[in-house]
């Protein structure tokens, strides 16, 4: 069975570790806040210039001004830090973020990613998901492994207008956990009760399916 979009936030939490700075993309990648391991110290950082996002409000606590790069309502953990979006820039172009994770369209085996744009669709623009990629050296794409139509979104060469070349090591789909190694996606783990054969299907990308490949537990 595949993914909740829910599950693939908990599975990205636990690549989280004491002491990091995050910066999480819009869409599944917002839901990780809510599963930050109790204890650990995870700053998460926000390219509209907060360091130190919390986890989603509860209803009496909302407060409109705060908001994350997607315009979703969020909160400050103790610590946190407002500034402009310029200052917010210079640290991802700077290298200072440990970890961040995204959303993408296709992903391909030489690790480039398609995340901003559908040729003929209306787009606001590519973001900072440009910025990301290029400073960021540990990223996870989180994707559904297919689309709608059952066409697959791990390829072997993109298809869609880039939005980084050569940067993607790890993708989280709905369906598997894999990386990307000389030129092929590396199966890794699988969803709960989804076969290797379900995967290998829906991958039109090189996909290597090595001997220790385990099941996700939750």
Request: aromatic share 6%; hydrophobic share 45%.
């Amino acid at each position: 069975m595949a993914l909740t979009r829910e599950q693939m936030a908990q599975r990205v939490a636990r690549e989280l570790k004491d002491g990091y700075y995050v910066n999480l993309g819009i869409g599944i990648p917002t839901l990780v806040a809510n599963y930050v391991p109790e204890g650990m110290e995870v700053m998460l950082q926000s390219e509209n210039g907060l360091l130190g996002m919390g986890a989603f409000p509860t209803e009496d606590s909302v407060d409109a001004d705060m908001i994350n790069a997607g315009k979703q309502t969020v909160t400050a953990v103790k610590g946190a830090s407002i500034f402009s979006s310029a200052e917010s820039f210079a640290m991802i172009r700077g290298g200072h973020v440990d970890l961040t994770v995204l959303g993408a369209f296709e992903v391909d085996v030489q690790g480039n990613i398609a995340s901003w744009m559908i040729p003929g669709k209306l787009v606001k623009g590519m973001g900072g998901a440009m910025d990301l990629v290029a400073g960021a050296d540990n990223i996870i794409v989180t994707m559904t492994h297919a689309s709608k139509d059952g066409e697959s979104k791990l390829l072997e060469r993109c298809e869609l207008p880039l939005t980084g070349a050569g940067c993607i090591r790890k993708v989280l789909t709905d369906l598997a956990y894999l990386e990307i190694e000389n030129g092929a996606f590396i199966l890794r783990e699988t969803a709960p009760g989804v076969s290797i054969a379900e995967i290998a299907e829906k991958t039109a990308g090189r996909l290597i399916v090595p001997d220790d490949v385990v099941e996700m537990t939750f």
